[in-house]
């Protein structure tokens, strides 16, 4: 009997040490760049390679760009298009020679795709998207520091509505290719560039272009559009460029649930009100399966250098720690949302008056779907969670897409960019991700499977609370260097197959 102990306790000791010397060897492996070792960002390029650029004419113009009210809001008939026919009269005007260069054409009335014929016809021609639109924004009562459509420049920052997104990246790309058409320059690959005018609504601009690309049967090697940049203090103490390599999918659904109506001193036994919150409180405990998949496990390998030695030994043991890792994941919004589809109730109506039993309820929920679900998955999921015939589900006239396929990581077009960010940003890591939210680019999963989400814009996680929110703002220094690198990527673009 004591053999056996002495055994077995052997066993497990060399079992713990095995575990924990493989445990120490993997962190340690992990550790992180030395700083003069930029193997991973080489590239051989100097500053040299920068273009010139008067940061402060480009603040200019970026804030005269900002000064033009092209706001997109839900109700489309009041919009009116005149704020946007300015806005493209005066990107004429500022970017003449870009222009010239390119052939124009016009879909859903008010964006422009731009191709700048390259010299190479085999090449697949490579995409750049940017938006017009803006979502709206209140005055300064409502917290900004300056009105939101003056584009002030203050202490070395251009602010308003539209800085980040995404008239920040769209004045950047036509900054860099203004520069290079002035050049004589003559791209080796086609260059398109889509501009459209809806995104933060409906992305029916950027839908058409996409259209009609497939119809052209055209391919793209690549599409760039906003959803990740360089920003500090987010996943990393210094900065990290978050690079969407894939897209969360988008479905809203409306639940509807009737009864009978009457007096409220006699109610019935079913309620409209009653039976739509339990819908949706059965929704909400049975959330869809959250767990790693290959974005969050390269996001994980590409942070883990950067972290403590007690962290980086979790995360670089995944086939251990892997579930401590996942539960601290599932605490925070952002990282939860990266892990599974997202189920989130926005509209709930019902009633009119506090002594009658309303006939209907309505309520609206919005999924962002994980690439593990498809739109009819999340469908037959909702169905099957409320388990109620007498609640109707129905989708909404909104435009619903699927999460999109996950790009090239580490090889063709990531290359490109990942050599052109080591030597705009050196010794920032590069952290492949899933964006949460919905880009004009998610239209064009049907002519590519490589769509990159980047602006090479630097910021700061505070700052990111601009986006769509109040003092959004970025720096001439940041401007000049995102016009820099969309040129680097521009001169480049026809250097990989
Ligand atoms: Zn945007």
């Not at 402060?56 to 970026?62: I, S």
């Not at 009210?69 to 870009?98: C, H, M």
């Not at 697949?124 to 917290?143: E, I, K, N």
């Amino acid at each position: 009997m004591r053999k056996i102990f002495v055994f077995v306790s052997g066993v497990l000791i060399s079992v713990v040490l095995i575990v924990s010397l493989i445990v120490i060897v993997r962190t340690l492996m992990n550790a992180a760049p030395n700083v003069s070792d930029t193997a991973h960002n080489s590239t051989h390029m100097t500053t040299a390679d920068f273009v010139e650029v008067d940061a402060n004419q480009a603040a200019q113009r970026l804030s005269k760009a900002i000064q033009f009210q092209t706001v997109s809001i839900q109700d489309r008939a009041t919009q009116g298009n005149s704020e946007f026919v300015k806005f493209q009269d005066w990107l004429r005007e500022t970017y003449p020679d870009f222009h010239a260069a390119v052939t124009t054409e016009r879909v859903a009335d008010l964006t422009p795709i731009h191709t700048w014929q390259g010299r190479i016809p085999t090449l697949a021609p490579l995409v750049f998207l940017a938006h017009q639109d803006v979502v709206p924004a209140l005055g300064t009562d409502s917290g900004w520091d300056f009105p939101p459509f003056e584009g002030r420049i203050v202490d070395g920052y251009i602010y308003g509505r539209g800085a980040l997104d995404d008239k920040g990246s769209l004045i950047g790309i036509l900054e860099a290719a203004n520069k290079l058409a002035i050049s004589g320059f003559t791209p080796k690959r086609t260059l398109i560039f889509v501009f459209g005018h809806d995104e933060e609504v409906t992305g029916f601009g950027a839908k058409a272009a996409a259209d009609l690309m497939e119809s052209r049967g055209i391919s793209p090697y690549a599409v760039f559009d906003e959803g990740g940049a360089v920003i500090s203090g987010l996943v990393t103490e210094g900065a990290a460029a978050v690079l969407g390599v894939a897209e969360k999918g988008y479905l809203t659904l409306t639940l509807t649930s009737q009864a009978v109506g009457g007096h409220s001193s006699v109610p019935p036994d079913y309620t409209a009100i009653g039976a739509l919150s339990r819908a949706i409180a059965a929704l909400e405990d049975n959330p869809f399966k959250r767990d790693f998949d290959p974005v969050s496990r390269e996001m994980l390998k590409a942070l883990t250098p950067y972290q403590s030695f007690a962290k980086r030994a979790l995360m670089s043991n995944l086939w251990l720690f892997g579930p401590l890792v996942k539960r601290s994941m599932l605490k925070e919004d952002s990282t939860r949302a990266l892990l599974g589809t997202t189920i989130a109730p926005t509209i709930f109506n019902a009633g009119f008056k506090e002594n009658a039993m309303p006939r209907e309820a309505v309520a609206m929920i919005n999924f962002r779907l994980h690439s593990r679900d498809s739109a009819q998955s999340v469908i037959d999921h909702v169905t099957r969670v409320i388990d109620n015939p007498k609640i109707k589900i129905t989708q909404p006239e909104s435009l619903a897409s699927e999460a999109s396929p996950i790009s090239q990581i580490g090889t063709g077009p990531y290359k490109m960019i990942a050599d052109v960010l080591g030597m705009s940003f050196p010794q920032t890591p590069i952290v492949p991700n899933t964006v949460t939210g919905a880009t004009d680019s998610r239209f064009f999963t049907n002519v590519t499977s490589d769509i990159y989400r980047f602006t090479p814009i630097q910021t700061t996680a505070e700052d990111l609370k601009g986006f769509h929110g109040i003092n959004e703002r970025i720096s001439i220094e940041a401007h000049k260097r995102s016009i820099q690198t969309y040129h680097l990527l521009m001169q480049r673009s026809g250097e990989t197959p």
